[in-house]
């Protein structure tokens, strides 16, 4: 008799009860601090469904393992697990034998690096620093569901209420500040969505938060060469939806899948644009329709925004070192009349941003110390994809650029 497939909405449940405990516990044992839960960056959203896998590894049973759910009414299995989320588990699955075998040293490394802190073991060991790209990876794409997403604020809340007030005397209730990304809908293409469809895909675009741009530029130094990072972001966007069918398909699947396809085209747009824009000087920025500088770097940059430029810069620099690489190891093999070429990692890591953890292992049947270098990568731009969503001047124009985008490509 086969096996009843779990209710899709009982594991999440379930998800979320872990992840409330693992935050508090982070909390708890200094891991992570009020001040990092109330603000909810980025790599702390990161470590929070990092840190469930983490500990439901340390409790799993089995082989191969399986994890009791908190109130016990159901054991995730190979066998019941729902398809959405069979690649995640299967990964998972192959590092609870790794992390149980840990020495508590290595654990709490491996804990101190899902939250984003340096280990107190140098160097740091090479299988945990595996499992701990492993463990994010998977974060990461849970991240990226929505309905985890609009559940998220209240395990940060939960973590926080658990904790004792931090200053003698405090009364008031923290809150965290953390908000799920905008929502991403399609509908009926409009003349309007048309002539805003022909200014992202040719870089052209303008309107009245452009204009208010221009005006505010002036107050604040930087402004507008953001708004031109952003639009030269969000120009590639056109190009990955013609080019990326499985982002498409993915979008036929109904609304929770709409935040996935979201963000899979906005990591192939950055990948798009690092390879194209960016060198080690900044960004070559699309053209406006108005005189702007050819490369903006980290100077023409608002400070607090540098960190984020930093980060593309340093994503662009390992992307060309990637394919360097694959076109060095092309025309070796091709010399030595090798007959089945290797996969470039290029097009492993992009099958990986597109479809997700597990897709790049149809280009190579192997998991080798390549996927190391794929998964690392592929982590780095799945949380920069992250971090722009929680950038104001990202989140005033992403759904409005994906919905068009959306609704034209549908045609």
Not at 296 to 309: A, D, Q, S, V
């Amino acid at each position: 008799m086969a096996t009843a497939t779990l209710d899709e909405n009982d594991v999440v449940r379930a998800f979320h009860a872990i992840t409330r405990s693992a935050l508090a516990h982070a909390r708890a044992e200094g891991l992570l601090t009020a001040d990092e839960l109330e603000t909810a960056d980025v790599d702390v959203q990161v470590a929070g469904p990092s840190l469930a896998l983490f500990f439901a590894a340390l409790s799993a049973r089995g082989n191969p393992p399986s994890i009791t759910s908190p109130d016990a009414s159901f054991a995730l299995t190979s066998t019941n697990c729902p398809a959405p989320f069979a690649s995640a588990f299967k990964l998972w699955q192959t590092s609870v034998p790794k992390i149980q075998s840990f020495p508590l040293d290595a654990r709490h490394d491996l804990a101190l690096v899902l939250c984003d802190k340096p280990a107190e073991s140098s160097p740091l060991r090479l299988d945990v620093a595996r499992t701990a790209a492993d463990l994010k990876g998977i974060a990461l794409e849970i991240l990226q569901r929505r309905t985890f997403q609009d559940r998220f604020q209240a395990d940060f809340q939960a973590a926080l209420d658990s904790a004792r007030p931090r200053r003698s005397g405090e009364s008031q209730r923290a809150r965290t500040t953390y908000e799920p990304p905008p929502m991403y809908s399609e509908g009926e293409p409009t003349e309007e969505t048309k002539r805003a469809y022909g200014h992202i895909a040719t870089g052209r675009y303008s309107d009245s938060s452009e204009e208010n741009a221009r005006v505010a530029a002036a107050e604040q130094p930087g402004l507008e060469n953001l708004s031109l990072i952003r639009e030269t972001l969000y120009s590639a966007l056109a190009d990955v939806f013609v080019e990326t069918p499985s982002i498409r398909q993915m979008l036929s699947r109904g609304p929770e899948w709409s935040a996935k396809a979201f963000f899979a085209a906005t990591c192939l747009a950055i990948v798009e644009v690092a390879l194209s824009r960016i060198n080690r000087h900044g960004v070559r920025a699309v053209d406006l329709g108005r005189t702007s500088p050819k490369v903006i770097g980290l100077n023409e940059t608002p400070t607090h925004l540098r960190p984020f430029l930093s980060r593309l810069i340093e994503v662009s620099q390992a992307l060309r070192a990637l394919a360097d690489a694959d076109d060095a190891r092309a025309v070796q093999e091709a010399t030595e009349g090798v007959e089945q070429l290797t996969p470039p990692k290029l097009d492993r890591l992009k099958e990986r941003l597109a479809k997700g953890i597990g897709a790049e292992e149809t280009l190579s049947s192997a998991r080798s110390s390549v996927d190391g270098e794929v998964a690392g990568l592929a982590n780095a731009i799945n949380t920069l994809a992250l971090g722009m969503s929680a950038l104001p001047a990202f989140r005033e124009r992403q759904a409005q650029a994906f919905q068009i985008l959306v609704s034209v490509t549908s045609l």
